[in-house]
């Protein structure tokens, strides 16, 4: 149980072009489900945090306009990058909480974005 | 306040013992143990959420201290499928919402 989806696995997209990443919870309902950015052999960042039906809640310097989130039911978030930059390829991870278990999280498979 | 771990790297023989640290300057609300491997996604490991609370699943166990400042993750007798990056990740509750702050990560390498 607990498996959360990520897709696409990877994208290649251009500068000035918009990415969108959705994130599901396949087995459980997500209450709650978070964003992160990794850079290789970094740790992983907390972007933001998407609470179903309402808006996201942003880390400090993460700009809300740029990394537009979205969490439309309670197994599907989406993460949107808009006029996306070299600067902007990382792994991109989401991961959902559970409303069984409160505090575990469960990470989805990532996604793989190259910005050229 | 991201945690600090220790040590940043580790390698080990197949079957040999090792321990990694997470800490922080305050009480923490929770401490939860990842594995992640090369372009993977971190694999959850456990949660510790007591002072004194300790626990395992097989060769791999973790214990929370008292005062909630440290954590430690004990992997016995390491397998090669052991390698990987292990993060911390401390709890901590932002508004309504109950967030993690990974620290750095530790690689942990198993060789034959």
């Known amino acids: 149980g607990a498996v959360v989806s990520q897709h696409p696995s990877w994208v290649i997209c251009k500068s000035g072009t918009s990415v969108k990443i959705e994130c599901r919870s396949l087995?459980?309902?997500?209450?709650?489900m978070f964003w992160y950015r990794q850079f290789p052999k970094q740790s992983l960042m907390l972007m933001a945090t998407?609470?179903?039906?309402?808006?996201?809640?942003?880390e400090q310097g993460v700009e809300k306009d740029k990394f537009l989130i979205n969490h439309a039911s309670l197994t599907l978030s989406t993460l949107t990058v808009t006029s996306a930059h070299p600067e902007d390829s990382s792994f991109y991870i989401c991961?959902?909480?559970?409303?069984?278990?409160?505090?575990?999280?469960?990470f989805g498979p990532g996604t793989r974005l190259t910005v050229t | 306040q991201q945690p600090v771990q220790s040590p940043q790297a580790v390698i080990l023989r197949e079957g040999e013992d090792a321990v990694i640290n997470c800490s922080s300057s305050?009480?923490?609300?929770?401490v939860h143990w990842y594995r992640q491997k090369h372009g993977e996604a971190p694999v959850f490991l456990m949660i510790l959420l007591k002072g004194g609370e300790q626990k395992g699943h097989e060769k791999i166990s973790a214990s929370f201290n008292e005062k909630k400042q440290q954590s430690s993750l004990y992997l016995t007798a390491s397998q090669l499928s052991y390698s990987g990056t292990y993060f911390c990740g401390t709890g901590s509750r932002g508004g309504s919402n109950y967030k993690l702050t990974f620290g750095k990560g530790t690689l942990l390498t198993v060789n034959p």
């Open positions: 998407s609470n179903e039906g309402s808006k996201a809640t942003y």
């Open positions: 305050k009480a923490l609300y929770s």
């Open positions: 087995d459980f309902q997500a209450t709650t």
């Open positions: 991961s959902a909480n559970s409303q069984r278990i409160d505090y575990e999280q469960y």
